[in-house]
């Protein structure tokens, strides 16, 4: 009944997104075909291209559950489009989460959304208005790892494996930091409606600056190697072993001097 409220040039897929969907497709294509005379290149800007696209899915997931929810403002905001430049904050949401995969190799969660809480009745639709976005990298990650763990990489291209491998890593980094409970991240929002308002009001200062806070933890080497571990663990449940996801990070930082072990193993 809501997105008849929406006019349909607000729910129009932005020839944006459709330009970074076929970015992927091509360097997918070239990845999985070898047609790439440098297979890194193709590797990282398939994988490159792909976050992007998941980056805007996140984001679209957090506007049309809300949508439903009752925020019909998301249509007028262009949050339904999928375009990234629409975001209010498209440095958050998009630039700084393809800077860290690039630099670090780590999902960094983005939310630039703005979501008018007030015409959300309900508690439950608030949460999951703030779980769907996280839960969109999750099913992202399933797709990702499907052929893995459904034992279906015979006539998979080794290149490729690696790719999706290491796309997954950053699926289920971003999907795991996300849910966090941690002021101005969607796991906070998940159970925020639950918590009271003295509560809500003494937190509502930090949330700026709980994606920071746990960056600042990160560094510290015994909690990064916690989490990481525990990154691991969920890829290898997926079936995603060490070989693939090492692997896949090294062909997508091409501009690095080539590990010697992926290199044979290629």
């Not at 970015?23 to 992007?52: D, K, M, N, R, S």
């Not at 690039?102 to 208005?129: D, T």
């Not at 950053?170 to 003295?198: C, H, K, M, R």
Request: aromatic residues 14%; contains cysteine; hydrophobic residues 50%.
């Amino acid at each position: 009944m809501t997105t008849a409220i929406t006019r349909r040039g607000e729910r129009r897929i932005s020839p944006v997104f459709l330009g970074i969907l076929a970015v992927t497709a091509v360097t997918g294509w070239a990845t999985w075909t070898g047609f790439a005379e440098q297979p890194g290149v193709a590797v990282f800007l398939f994988v490159t291209a792909a976050w992007i696209v998941s980056l805007c899915l996140h984001e679209y997931a957090h506007a049309r559950t809300a949508l439903h929810s009752g925020d019909i403002s998301v249509g007028a905001k262009g949050y339904l489009t999928l375009n990234p430049l629409k975001y209010t904050h498209a440095l958050l949401s998009i630039v700084l989460p393809v800077v860290f995969v690039i630099m670090g190799g780590i999902g960094l969660p983005g939310g630039a959304v703005f979501i008018e809480r007030g015409r959300i009745k309900g508690r439950w639709r608030q949460s999951l208005v703030s779980a769907a976005g996280p839960l969109t990298n999750v099913l992202f990650a399933a797709v990702c790892t499907a052929p893995f763990w459904l034992d279906a990489l015979d006539g998979v291209p080794r290149d490729f494996r690696y790719a999706l491998a290491f796309l997954a890593l950053l699926q289920v980094t971003a999907a795991l930091l996300n849910f966090l409970p941690v002021p101005g991240l969607d796991g906070y929002g998940v159970i925020e409606p639950w918590l009271s308002y003295s509560v809500r009001r003494q937190v509502a200062p930090f949330a700026p600056f709980g994606l920071l806070f746990v960056f600042a933890l990160l560094m510290v080497p015994a909690v990064n190697r916690e989490f990481f571990q525990a990154i691991y663990a969920l890829l290898d449940g997926l079936g995603v072993d060490d070989v693939h996801r090492y692997c896949g990070e090294n062909l997508y930082r091409f501009w690095e001097e080539s590990n010697e072990y992926c290199a044979v193993i290629r």
